[in-house]
C-alpha cells in the first residue's frame, strides 16, 4: 500500500518533470527569437558584412534559421529527444562538446559553495539564536550584515589584487593552469578565491533566515514546559526546536538551489571561471541559440529535481504535511 | 516550603530602556506543606509573572525566592534537577505546550526519562500506561500529535505527566480558562482529586473568584503586581478589608 503510493507519487512527479521541462524550452525558444539582432553575426562575425545578399540567404538556410519559427522549434525538439541539441554557433561544434567540460567545473564550484554556505549559516544561526542578544549575537549579526553587503564583483577584484597581485598566493583567473588539467591541487587553488566570494555573499541571508526560525521557536510555549520539564538549554535546542526548524531549513535549502547557482555567474565572470553561468550569458549576448536553450534547460533541469527532492524529503520529516493532505484529499 | 521574599520582577521598555514597569512589586509569600494558596487578581496583574518566577522561567530582579530555605539562584545542577521534579506547572493553553511535531508518545516518555524513573523501556511503558488509565486517557492518544486532540485531553495529558513525576507543589497557571465551559468543572475535580489523594501543595493562579474559592483554602489578591490583601477564603470573601479585593467580591454577589 505505501509502496504504491510511493511508486505513483514518483510517477506523477516524473511527469510534471517533463511537462514543466517543455514548457521552460517553449518559452526560452521563443523569447530568445523575440530579441533583436542577428545570429548571424556570431556564426560568421566580421565575415559577415563582406557576404552579399544570397550567400547570407545560403547560410541562413543552411543554419535552419529560414524557416518559420514553429517548424524551426519542432526540429530542435525532435533532435533535443534524440539526445542532439544543435549546432553552437558561436563556436561552431556540437553544443554537448561545448558544454560537457564546463559543467564539472560549474558544479563543482556551486556544490563546495552550496556545502559550505549551509554548513556556516546553520551553525552560526544556532549559536547566534542561543546566545540572542547578547554580545556575540550581536557580532555575529553585524559581521553577517556588513559581509552579505558588499557586492561580490568588488569583493572579487579587491581579492584578487591583495591575493593574486600583491601576495600572489593564489592565482587570478581559470580552473587550472595550462597543462595541469588533471592536477586536483591546482584546482583546487584556483577555487579558493571564487569560493570566498561565493560563500561571503550567500552565508548571511540564510544563516539570518534560520537564526529567526530558531527565535520563533524559542518563544513557543512548548518550550517553557520542556524548561520546566527539567530538560537542558542544550536538549531543548537539539530535541526540540532544530527538529522543529529542520523542514524549515530543508525548504530554505531547496529553494537556495538556483539563488546560488545564479551567484556563481556573477563570480565566474569576475574571476574568468571556465562555467555554465559565463557561457550562459555569453550565448544570450551572441544569440547563440542553441547554446541558450542548452544552458537553460539544464539549469532549469537542476532547479526542478532540486525542488522535488526537497519536497519528498519535507514530507517525510513532517508529519503535519502528510496528514493535511490526507484531510484535503 | 516555597517562599518568595521580597520579590520583585521590572522590565525595562521604551527606546533608551529608560522606562521601568514593574511586573512583580515586592512580593512575599509562603507555602507549606499541602496548602491551597489562590492567587487572585485581574488580567496583567503580574500573576502569571509570579508563576514563572517560581519556575525560574524567569529570575527576580530584587529578593529573592527559597525552597525549604535555600535559594533557588543558587542551585546547583543537581540541586536544580531536584527542584525541576519536586515544582511542577500546569499552563494555560493545553495544546501549545506540547512540541507540535512530537508524538505524545515521546513528549510524555521525555520527563521519565530525564528522571530516570524507569529502569528499563518496559517499566517505562508500564508506568505510563498505569498513569493513562488512572486519568482514564486511551493509550490511541499515544500516536496523536497535539493538534489531533481536544483541549480538555491536552490539559490531563498534561496533569498525568506531572502525577508521575509525583511534585510537591503543583503550580496551576489558569488551566481552565481556554477550556470549556463542561470540561472546566471535570479538570478542576480531577486536580482536587489529585492534589487530596497525594498530598500535593497548590498554587492556583486564576482570574476565576468561583473556581479559587473552590480550589483553595488561602487567597492572595494581586493588583498592578502587589500583594493587596491575603487571608482565609471565608475572611477574603466574607469580611474584605481592601477596597478592591471588596469592588472584586461585589462584582461576584451580583
Known amino acids: 500500500m505505501k509502496k504504491r503510493r510511493i511508486t505513483k507519487k514518483i510517477i506523477k512527479r516524473v511527469i510534471l518533470f517533463f511537462i514543466a521541462m517543455f514548457v521552460l524550452s517553449v518559452v526560452v525558444f521563443f523569447l530568445a527569437r523575440l530579441a533583436p539582432g542577428d545570429p548571424l553575426q556570431a556564426f560568421y562575425g566580421e565575415a559577415l558584412d563582406t557576404m552579399d545578399e544570397s550567400q547570407i540567404e545560403a547560410a541562413r538556410q543552411r543554419l535552419g534559421l529560414d524557416d518559420n519559427l514553429f517548424v524551426q522549434y519542432f526540429k530542435w525538439l525532435g533532435g533535443a529527444l534524440h539526445g542532439d541539441f544543435g549546432?553552437?554557433?558561436?563556436?561552431?561544434?556540437?553544443?554537448?562538446?561545448?558544454?560537457?567540460?564546463?559543467?564539472?567545473?560549474?558544479?563543482?564550484?556551486?556544490?563546495?559553495?552550496?556545502?559550505?554556505?549551509?554548513?556556516?549559516?546553520?551553525?552560526?544561526?544556532?549559536?547566534?539564536?542561543?546566545?540572542?542578544?547578547?554580545?556575540?549575537?550581536?557580532?555575529?549579526?553585524?559581521?553577517?550584515?556588513?559581509?552579505?553587503?558588499?557586492?561580490?564583483?568588488?569583493?572579487?577584484?579587491?581579492?584578487?589584487?591583495?591575493?593574486?597581485?600583491?601576495?600572489?598566493?593564489?592565482?587570478?583567473?581559470?580552473?587550472?593552469?595550462?597543462?595541469?588539467?588533471?592536477?586536483?591541487?591546482?584546482?583546487?587553488?584556483h577555487m579558493i578565491l571564487p569560493l570566498i566570494v561565493m560563500i561571503a555573499s550567500h552565508f548571511w541571508y540564510y544563516a539570518y533566515m534560520i537564526r529567526?526560525?530558531?527565535?520563533?521557536?524559542?518563544?513557543?510555549?512548548?518550550?517553557?514546559?520542556?524548561?520546566?520539564?527539567?530538560?537542558?538549554?542544550?536538549?531543548?535546542?537539539?530535541?526540540?526546536?532544530?527538529?522543529?526548524?529542520?523542514?524549515?531549513?530543508?525548504?530554505?535549502?531547496?529553494?537556495?538551489?538556483?539563488?546560488?547557482?545564479?551567484?556563481?555567474?556573477?563570480?565566474?565572470?569576475?574571476?574568468?571561471?571556465?562555467?555554465?553561468?559565463?557561457?550562459?550569458?555569453?550565448?544570450?549576448?551572441?544569440?547563440?541559440?542553441?547554446?541558450?536553450?542548452?544552458?537553460?534547460?539544464?539549469?532549469?533541469?537542476?532547479?526542478?529535481?532540486?525542488?522535488?527532492?526537497?519536497?519528498?524529503?519535507?514530507?517525510?520529516?513532517?508529519?503535519?504535511?502528510?496528514?493535511?493532505?490526507?484531510?484535503?484529499? | 516550603m516555597l517562599e518568595f521574599k521580597n520579590v520583585t520582577k521590572q522590565y525595562r521598555s521604551g527606546m533608551f530602556g529608560t522606562h521601568l514597569t514593574k511586573a512583580v512589586d515586592d512580593v512575599s509569600f509562603c507555602v507549606g506543606e499541602n496548602?491551597?494558596?489562590?492567587?487572585?487578581?485581574?488580567?496583567?496583574?503580574g500573576k502569571s509573572t509570579i508563576a514563572q518566577l517560581a519556575m525560574k522561567l524567569l529570575k527576580p530582579s530584587k529578593g529573592s525566592i527559597e525552597y525549604n530555605g535555600k535559594n533557588i539562584k543558587h542551585m546547583s545542577r543537581s540541586e536544580m534537577k531536584n527542584y525541576r521534579k519536586n515544582v511542577q506547572i500546569i499552563f494555560q493553553n493545553p495544546q501549545q505546550v506540547f512540541n507540535p511535531r512530537m508524538k505524545f508518545r515521546e513528549t510524555i516518555s521525555e520527563p521519565v526519562r530525564?528522571?530516570?524513573?524507569?529502569?528499563?523501556?518496559?517499566?517505562?511503558?508500564?508506568?505510563?500506561?498505569?498513569?493513562?488509565?488512572?486519568?482514564?486517557?486511551?493509550?490511541?492518544?499515544?500516536d496523536r500529535y497535539p493538534q489531533e486532540i481536544s483541549g480538555g485531553q491536552a490539559q490531563r495529558i498534561a496533569i498525568m505527566r506531572i502525577l508521575m513525576l509525583k511534585p510537591e507543589i503543583i503550580i496551576a497557571d489558569e488551566p481552565t480558562t481556554m477550556l470549556?465551559?463542561?470540561?472546566?468543572?471535570?479538570?478542576?475535580?480531577?486536580?482536587?482529586?489529585?492534589?487530596?489523594?497525594?498530598?500535593?501543595?497548590?498554587i492556583f493562579v486564576s482570574h476565576d473568584l468561583d473556581v479559587v474559592r473552590a480550589m483553595c483554602k488561602r487567597i492572595m489578591v494581586i493588583k498592578d503586581g502587589q500583594v493587596v490583601e491575603q487571608g482565609s477564603v471565608d475572611d477574603i470573601f466574607d469580611r474584605p478589608e481592601n477596597e478592591y479585593t471588596r469592588m472584586l467580591v461585589d462584582s461576584l454577589k451580583e
Not at chain 1, 563556436?91 to 556551486?110: A, C, E, R, S
Not at chain 1, 526540540?240 to 524549515?248: F, Q, Y
Not at chain 2, 486536580?191 to 501543595?201: A, H, R, S
Open chain 1, 87 to 189: 549546432l553552437s554557433l558561436k563556436y561552431k561544434m556540437k553544443v554537448q562538446n561545448v558544454v560537457n567540460p564546463l559543467i564539472g567545473n560549474t558544479l563543482g564550484l556551486g556544490i563546495t559553495a552550496y556545502c559550505v554556505v549551509f554548513a556556516l549559516a546553520i551553525v552560526l544561526a544556532t549559536v547566534a539564536a542561543l546566545h540572542e542578544d547578547d554580545w556575540l549575537d550581536k557580532i555575529i549579526c553585524k559581521v553577517g550584515t556588513a559581509t552579505y553587503y558588499i557586492p561580490s564583483f568588488w569583493l572579487g577584484v579587491v581579492l584578487v589584487l591583495i591575493f593574486s597581485v600583491n601576495l600572489g598566493w593564489f592565482p587570478s583567473s581559470g580552473a587550472y593552469d595550462v597543462g595541469k588539467q588533471g592536477d586536483i591541487g591546482n584546482r583546487i587553488q
Open chain 2, 114 to 142: 530525564i528522571y530516570n524513573l524507569a529502569s528499563s523501556p518496559e517499566e517505562e511503558k508500564k508506568i505510563i500506561s498505569e498513569h493513562m488509565e488512572m486519568f482514564g486517557l486511551p493509550e490511541e492518544l499515544f
Open chain 1, 212 to 329: 529567526n526560525k530558531l527565535l520563533d521557536e524559542f518563544r513557543k510555549d512548548y518550550v517553557l514546559l520542556a524548561k520546566a520539564k527539567g530538560l537542558t538549554r542544550r536538549q531543548i535546542v537539539w530535541k526540540h526546536c532544530l527538529r522543529n526548524v529542520a523542514p524549515t531549513i530543508v525548504s530554505i535549502m531547496a529553494i537556495a538551489i538556483p539563488h546560488v547557482i545564479s551567484g556563481t555567474v556573477v563570480v565566474e565572470a569576475v574571476f574568468g571561471y571556465p562555467g555554465i553561468g559565463n557561457l550562459a550569458v555569453e550565448s544570450a549576448k551572441y544569440h547563440d541559440y542553441n547554446m541558450l536553450m542548452m544552458t537553460v534547460l539544464l539549469t532549469g533541469a537542476f532547479v526542478f529535481i532540486a525542488s522535488f527532492v526537497a519536497q519528498t524529503v519535507n514530507e517525510e520529516i513532517d508529519p503535519r504535511m502528510k496528514v493535511t493532505k490526507e484531510i484535503r484529499w
Open chain 2, 180 to 202: 470549556d465551559v463542561s470540561v472546566q468543572a471535570q479538570i478542576l475535580e480531577l486536580l482536587k482529586e489529585v492534589m487530596d489523594k497525594n498530598n500535593i501543595t497548590l
Open chain 2, 35 to 45: 496548602e491551597r494558596l489562590g492567587l487572585l487578581g485581574e488580567s496583567g496583574c
